[in-house]
Nanobody, 114 residues
Framework: QVQLVESGGGFVQPGGSLTLSCVAS????????LGWYRQAPGKDREWVAS??????NYHYSVKGRFTLSRDNARNTINLQMSSLKSDDTAVYYC?????????WGQGTQVTVAS
């Protein structure tokens, strides 16, 4: 098993910024994909951003506002978020696929409100 632990969630006002981190229990150097999903109350989980051999991709709703990055030395996946909106409120989950097996973190809550 690969453990993924998210952190950095919390409360932020609209227009603010927040950075989420996800630490993996093993090296992510060879990961096939790395990314983030989110799920708002009463809604389906949706894809936010991902890194694969094809490059980095973002959902249209966050493109230009969110930046996905990886720190292989720290086995960490980061999601830098700016210009946050109320629609960004959700539980955010990191995920990775290693050797054709997909793993998920426990999620971290992001609340954007005044």
């Amino acid at each position: 098993q690969v453990q993924l632990v998210e952190s950095g969630g919390g409360f932020v006002q609209p227009g603010g910024s927040l950075t989420l981190s996800c630490v993996a229990s093993r090296s992510i150097d060879s990961a096939n994909t790395l990314g983030w999903y989110r799920q708002a109350p009463g809604k389906d989980r949706e894809w936010v951003a991902s890194i694969s051999r094809h490059g980095t991709n973002y959902h249209y709703s966050v493109k230009g506002r969110f930046t996905l990055s990886r720190d292989n030395a720290r086995n960490t996946i980061n999601l830098q978020m700016s210009s946050l909106k109320s629609d960004d409120t959700a539980v955010y989950y990191c995920t990775t696929t290693i050797d054709y097996v997909t793993y998920w973190g426990q999620g971290t809550q992001v609340t954007v409100a005044s």
